[in-house]
Every structure is written in structure tokens, then in C-alpha cells.
């Protein structure tokens, strides 16, 4: 069975940092893409970032580009999102998904998806 | 304002069908694949259809996806009062190089 839990959400000031983490098991990690997708309060699924099994292929969200990075070490079958100059709009619930693959021309859409991690932004 | 346009609601009485609109355009839609999910709010999406119009291993039949030029639609037959909850489409967008979604569907089974 496919299992993802998100961790390391929390409160923090506007421009500040926070560092995601997202623990898989329950299938080859290393063979399959991953993503990072937010929801805020009472609001839609936005799209975050993409990264490829292998790291070749990494895509963000015009509104974290710059901001945030998406990384992931294969070992310890573990996806992280860095978040650093944090505002008030990156508010949101932050899930880890799988999806199937990347290329350089675009990844495939999650399948599966943890039960996310709360990230609070707020003076 | 989504990428991707679906109605913010639809209602049905149980038993009967009804049906979920997603429109895009030739970047998403149009020449990518569509995924449906179902949302229960504050919980994780659970994926629906995929590819368009495929069923996951253990996903009702139920539930049934087409595809027609730059819109897509979720079907859904036998309306019971657990489906009552949120749907939303995604679409890899090839212009934005990312992931588009819906902005959501709130199901009502009268």
C-alpha cells in the first residue's frame, strides 16, 4: 500500500523559512515522480512543484519559483520542499503526491496523495 | 480564476446521474491527459478517473470520464449520499509547464 506523510508544517512569520518533508513507502520511490500541491483554507487544489525520479526534471509554480525548492533523496525514500521567504499567501495545506513520470516536456498528474501538512503564515 | 473551468456546483437526488464539466484549452486539455479527484475537505484527494477516461483498481464503476477536444466531464450514476463532497480536474498544461487544476466541484445529493 502506498503511504506518504507530510511533516514539518507549522506557524511562522512572514519572510521566514520552513523545510517540508515527506516520508514514502510502499513502493520503488526512486522510480516515480513526486509533487508537492497546496490547498488553502476553504480553497482549491494549486499545483506547487514537480521532480523527476532521478532529479533531471524539476518544474515550480510561477508563484514559488524563486522561493521555494523541491528536492528529494532516494535512500531514504524522502520528497522535501524548502520554503523560504514565506508570505502570507503560501498559507495552506501542503500534500506530497506521486505521479508517474517526468520528462522534459512535462510530468504526469498525481495518483497518489498523503494527508498533508498545515503551513501557517502570519505575523 | 482556474486554469480549468468547472462548475462551483451541481446537485442530483439520490439514484439518478449527473454529470461534472471541465473546460481547457489546447495547452491542457487539449493535448494532455485528465485527472478527476475526489475531495473530502481538509483530507487528502483521492484519484477518481485517470487518463482521461481509465478507472484505478478500486474505484466504482460508478464513475466514468470522457473527453471531447478541450473539455472533459466526470460522470457519476447510482447517486448515493457519500458522494456528496468536492471534485476537482487537472491537466498538465504544456504553456504554464505545469500542472492546472479546477477550481473545484461541490456535489449535492438532494
Known amino acids: 500500500e502506498v503511504q506518504l506523510a507530510e511533516s514539518g508544517g507549522g506557524l511562522v ?3 521566514e523559512s520552513l523545510r517540508l518533508s515527506c516520508a514514502a513507502s510502499g513502493f520503488p520511490f526512486s522510480t516515480y515522480s513526486m509533487t508537492w500541491v497546496r490547498q488553502a483554507p476553504g480553497k482549491g487544489l494549486e499545483w506547487v512543484s514537480s521532480i523527476s525520479s532521478s532529479n ?3 518544474y515550480y509554480a510561477d508563484s514559488v519559483k524563486g522561493r521555494f525548492t523541491i ?3 532516494n535512500a531514504k525514500t524522502s520528497l522535501f520542499l524548502q520554503m523560504n521567504s514565506l508570505r502570507a499567501e503560501d498559507t495552506a495545506i501542503y500534500f506530497c503526491a506521486r505521479d508517474r513520470g517526468c520528462t522534459s516536456t512535462g510530468c504526469a498528474l498525481p495518483d497518489s496523495w498523503g494527508q498533508g501538512t498545515l503551513v501557517t503564515v502570519s505575523s | 480564476q482556474s486554469v480549468l473551468t468547472q462548475p462551483p ?3 442530483e437526488a439520490p439514484g439518478q446521474r449527473v454529470t461534472i464539466s471541465c473546460s481547457g484549452s489546447t495547452s491542457n486539455i487539449g493535448n494532455n491527459g485528465v485527472n478527476w479527484y475526489q475531495q473530502v475537505p481538509g483530507k487528502a484527494p483521492k484519484l477518481l478517473i485517470y487518463s482521461d477516461d481509465r478507472l484505478p483498481s478500486g474505484v466504482s464503476d460508478r ?9 472533459a466531464s466526470l460522470a457519476i ?3 448515493q449520499s457519500d458522494d456528496e463532497t468536492d471534485y476537482y480536474c487537472a491537466a498538465w498544461d504544456d504553456s ?8 473545484g466541484t461541490k456535489l449535492t445529493v438532494l
Do not use: E, M, Q
Open chain 1, 13 to 15: 512569520k512572514p519572510g
Open chain 1, 56 to 58: 533531471a526534471y524539476i
Open chain 1, 71 to 73: 528536492s528529494r533523496d
Open chain 2, 9 to 11: 456546483s451541481v446537485s
Open chain 2, 96 to 103: 504554464l509547464n505545469g500542472v492546472v487544476f479546477g477550481g
Open chain 2, 77 to 79: 450514476r447510482g447517486l
Open chain 2, 63 to 71: 464513475f466514468s470520464g470522457s473527453k471531447s477536444g478541450t473539455s
